[in-house]
């Protein structure tokens, strides 16, 4: 009934499209990096509906293309900004994981991960405010009569410019410079509610509520500070002393949220928050034939698929060794994305690829598992297609999505700092035999797919319907137009508590001013 | 492109209905009354889909019929018990209001209500145990193998029996006997969350707020005592001494709430929160031919539709006199539904009926205004067909209702203690011809429509869901498993407050130590 389903809502989407729908304008303020993958998902779909798309680009651009059948771009001059420090410092990361650990030289990584991202939101409002100052952009931006702006808050380049335009704003999100999304739009009750980096689920010990309640102190401090504060400055510049960015935020229209609750822990949502994960994933279309031909000699031993993602393609050599010996001792056929030296002690059936169709290979009937770093594109496309993971999580949220799926019995943690052959075909050979990981996978991606829409219709409905309704103010609470003291009512429990407290006092006052008149009365007559 | 969308929808359920779907088994426990009236929409519906429905009846219903073509009924003989209180009590509650008002008066009336639905929610668990102690019924019932209980938790029988069958659970809510669904399944802020009762707003002053947070703290110690400790006591003798009916309700899989962002003021949510607002609500079908007749003669004027829902049918004939003087000053049609001794001042042009197709004289292009007591069902079809309304509230949670549509701009509230004719009139006046209401409705009655699924179908979809997946757990939280000082971090909070407090503590202790010690060595030395 599932594929009955969703070919018929395919075909109402067609007939809608087909139906004259309005065509929009759309300025994208995209975030660089593996976030463009998700953005252009959007842009592509918002195209072959008949929109029309402007990309603001920086001219340093990693990933994002200035030409594109697609969209027209907006390239903003940066100068020599190198914003991509990630692929110098993830092989220090992994020598200090590896051999260097202590915490001093974690904090001193952490320290500089930090500082490096900093840079990056700081160099982000320079951009912005090289667009502010120049006149004609701005003008040319104004007459382009925008419907709206989407963007990806990861950095809040596009927030600004959708204020400055006074256009409704769309977040295509999972990670602001204030957290995960929720935390900045939704209450988030601490005792279930894991913060990122902990690896915590929503089953918490007391000590664990302790460590979450005081790491999200640490982050509520810590974000404004180091990433939030670069934006409040320009609010402030071009906004008024009394704009808060934090605030310009949170009244985005619509937060089409790349998750979903297969993938995170049930928890507090709100109206406007539209769950879109798995997106981009797509039923698996037939492999190359030299692919085939490689998957299909596997015969009933089935695939095993490593990836490690665009910007994680190479380890440490010495960690790559101890995967391909392991993996040599596997009667599977492995297909293994790899850049950079080969490594040692490669089997015979391990193929290593530069590039690989990840979502037809996660789609074959004959791939068992998937050695992943847990991005969250590839965990959706694992939820997606219904395959297992063994998960090898460096850093961002990699270590967080897997132990959501390891808290569902869907995948298991490898942890990369120790890591050798023994260990890792261990955990590759418990995925496989053990049945669970399989089963609870395929539940999960039964219940992803048993949706009224698909994840890519619902985000383009409502983008949509910002254009139609220019906007969703229906759907903002109050929330966000509150002072913190009048959100938690702690204005009123203050004065409902002095009341308390004041009756008691003023009848002893009285009593005793009764009682003292009495007795010096009483004196007095004596 | 609405319609084209709507109707195109329609298709593809229409496509997906035949495609074989599952056939399920629901067992339903309804409220009676005008609950009934949506709970019987669901059942038509879901007939219509090839489930089969079994209604759980007491023999002195007043509304849910034994025989049905949807339905198969079991009727528990609950005796004499006459649960149409309410009839009795209007008349002195509108009399209070016009003549008799007083604190105390009010205090006893509300009292005299407390105490009758109290009596309500025991009879309701004295059925529940009729059935729980009924072998055979209870065999039969297990013997059913139905896939999920569908209940409205105005009362509880449905979610204890539920329970008692290890039955998955769906809720038709809107109010619990907790007070509204939301307050029990989701984080619901009092900064700008108005609580039922006192007709507050999402914006609300300071001293709204302790109003909102006091009454707020009366419900919470109220509810439980009066309505839930009913339940509360047969959990406990049938279910075992530590099951908490509260946790029983807020661990229900969907909440199918019969409210939407266009009627109730935007608001935190949960995952398994379904809105369903406007469900009952269909296009106008053609009037009957003397209705027609009557609604055309009116030409450019209009017609105003009035009608007290299906429980408010009589008021007091005083006041019925007036709002007929009113009326006969209109140049408008008037169709009142309206039963008991005809109002005297009654004009040509108002039309008295003892019934009225409502949906469809609402959705007519002559309808100008609905004169309305308040009650869900009537507004959410003012707002699906966009017709703003001159308010009449009587009880219940019409005020509130009233107050949602006056602050949104599409409804005039008249108090009927005061009410005469030239209040009224010219409450219908402001309302005829500021055309601000009208917009204002028709503003909302768009973006209701504006959804990418119909209202009902939602619904179904997801009791569809529930038998599919034999429940919806990954869509709950932990919430409703935690305590409530392990929920809001208490003893989290309790516990590093005592270590800041307890190391500056520490410190001064051994501070004076050791000078104490030093003092004492020096002075030894001396």
Known sequence: MKMHQSTLLGLFVLLSALSGSYCGKVLVVPADGSHWINMKVLIVELHSKGHNITVVRGSNSWYIEEESPYYTSITVDIGEFDSDFWMMLLPRLLQI????????????????IFSRFSEVHHQICNMTAMIFENEILMNSLEDGKYDLVLTDP??????????????????????????????????????YIPIPALQLTDKMTFSQRVMNVMVYLIFI??????????????????????????????????WLMRNDFTFEFPRPTMPNVVYMGGFQCKPAKPLPDDLEKFVHSSGEHGVIIMSLGSVFGQLLSEINDEIAAAFAQLPQKVIWRHTGPRPANLG??????????????????????FVAHGGTNGVQEAIYHGVPIVGLPISFDQPDNLSRMQAKGTAKIVDIATLDRTVFLEAIKEVLHNPSYKENMQKLSKLHHDQPMK???RAVFWIEFVMRNRGAPHLRTQAYRMSWIEYHSIDVILSLLAIVLLVPVSITFIIKLVWYKGFYKNKAKN
Chains 1, 2 share one sequence.
């Open 97 to 112: 994981k590896r051999h260097g650990k202590s915490f001093w030289s974690e904090i001193e990584i952490a320290q500089e």
């Open 154 to 191: 990861a950095f809040g380049g596009g927030v600004l410019l959708a204020h400055r335009l006074g256009l409704p704003l769309v977040l295509n999100v999972r990670w602001t410079m204030y957290g995960e999304g929720h935390f900045v739009v939704a209450p988030s009750p601490l005792s």
């Open 221 to 254: 401090y810590q974000n404004p500070k180091f990433f939030g504060y670069h934006y409040q400055e320009l609010s402030q510049k071009y906004f008024g002393p009394n704009v808060d960015f934090f605030s310009l935020l949170q009244d985005a229209d619509i």
């Open 348 to 369: 015979n059936n391990t193929l290593i690829v530069d590039w690989l169709p990840q979502n037809d290979l996660l789609g074959h009937p004959q791939t068992k598992l």
């Open 455 to 457: 994840p890519l219709d």
